[in-house]
């Protein structure tokens, strides 16, 4: 087994690394202020309010899918972790100070958002480069689970500065000058790998698939998708059905996502281990747990059911997330490593604007209500759990990770 390297140096990157998704954490900071920021702004229509949350995250997809792929080709990933570190803080930081409008401040939230979106691919895609075996499952792992329980701090924090005034709650982004420091000083230069033709010149080299990788890639983002999407419909009605059912108050209702947040850092933390002992039927895990957890909240009559069943589903989320990155950026050449993810982050994205559609779909057969949702979200998960046995029993697609993996022909 291979030695673990425990100095001070090796840790330290090993943080900065895992500091890099923090950055993916920037839309529940302003979450808990949307109040405020409506009373601060009281001729601003509600739709525009709402935007203060949401437009970064459409810019962040915009950048993740069409530029990311393109800057990896040609640029240095630190280089290009400083500049999102810098966009990050201008935009998060930003509206504190620039403020006059409405639109000033859907401004930084735009940039806020393209610092997301530069930054995001990369977290994966530099633990796939700098590690491997068992410290690059565990990494992967960690990034997820560390981003979740900074996220509970941070948000604490911004929602009581927001209390004091609806502008300090964007001070809150002032962490990140401390990850901005940490990737400077520690992060190793990255640059775009080159190789010689048969003339002698090098060429940089970009994202190269063989047809069957190609199909591999489509088929984990579509994973991916599906799984996010049928996600999202449970934790968006999560909230509406306990009220329905008379299940609890407010409180109540934060003590559930408490626990479904527990559930994501137990797996999070645990998924190197997980994926050495279940090993390709990882992906199988994965939704059986949200499958499971979603029909006992469907079945839920107490808390003392629900509680429990949203811990399950958090454990599916801890393990998807890891899963898909890993196995994206497992496809042909390390370098391919940084196009893939791009997508990946995307899909991500993509699958939370998804999500808001399976009402309307639902809509035309059923009730949709959010018992109704939630049930039917969890016979989804039935038939992606069917899916992913089938293939992983049936292995269609047996090595085609190292198809073409030393010998590049592609040039950017």
């Not at 949350?53 to 962040?60: E, K, N, P, R, V």
């Not at 990933?77 to 935009?91: D, F, H, M, Q, T």
Request: hydrophobic share 55%.
């Amino acid at each position: 087994m291979a030695k673990v390297d425990l100095s001070f140096k090796a840790i330290f990157l090993r943080i900065s690394v895992l500091f890099i998704f923090l950055m993916n954490i920037e839309i529940s900071l302003v979450n808990s202020g949307l109040a405020y920021f409506a009373k601060a702004f009281p001729d601003t229509d509600p739709t525009s309010i709402s935007l203060i949350f949401s437009i970064s995250t459409l810019s962040a997809l915009i950048v993740s899918i069409l530029v990311m792929p393109q800057l990896v080709k040609r640029f240095n990933k630190r280089n290009i972790v400083l500049v999102s570190l810098y966009i990050y803080l201008i935009g998060g930081i930003g509206p504190a100070f620039f403020n006059a409008t409405i639109a000033h401040v859907l401004i930084c939230r735009v940039l806020l958002g393209v610092g997301v979106g530069l930054s995001a691919p990369l977290c994966g895609a530099i633990i796939n480069e700098l590690y491997s075996g068992m410290e690059r499952a565990n990494m992967l792992g960690w990034a997820n689970g560390v981003g979740s329980c900074v996220n509970i701090v941070m948000t604490l924090i911004a929602g009581y500065l927001c209390t004091l005034n609806w502008k300090y709650t964007f001070f809150a982004y002032g962490f990140f000058i401390i990850v901005l420091l940490m990737e400077h000083f520690s992060l190793p230069s990255m640059p775009v790998p080159k190789i010689k033709d048969a003339d002698g010149v090098e060429h940089k080299v970009k994202a190269s698939y063989t047809q069957r990788q190609h199909v591999k890639l489509v088929m984990v983002l579509l994973y991916g998708l599906l799984f996010g999407t049928f996600l999202g419909v449970i934790l968006m009605k999560l909230a509406i059905f306990i009220e329905d059912e008379k299940l609890g108050d407010a409180l109540f209702t934060a003590s559930v996502m408490s626990f479904f947040q527990a559930g994501v850092l137990t797996t999070s933390f645990l998924y190197g281990l997980l994926e050495k002992i279940t090993k390709r039927y990882i992906i199988v895990v994965a939704p059986i747990l949200v499958g499971i957890g979603a029909l006992f909240i469907f079945n839920s009559g107490s808390s003392t059911t629900l509680i429990p069943a949203a811990f399950i589903a958090g454990m599916g989320l801890g393990l998807m997330q890891p899963i898909t990155t890993g196995k994206v950026m497992a496809i042909g050449p390390v370098f391919n490593g940084a196009f893939a993810n791009s997508l990946n982050v995307g899909v991500m994205a993509s699958s939370l604007f998804l999500a808001t559609y399976v009402e309307k779909v639902v809509g035309l057969f059923i009730l949709p209500t959010a018992k109704n949702l939630i049930g039917t979200v969890s016979f989804l998960f039935i038939f992606i759990t069917a899916f992913s046995l089938i293939y992983v029993i049936w292995d269609p697609l047996k090595g085609v990770n190292d198809e073409r993996k030393e010998a590049p022909a592609a040039y950017a």
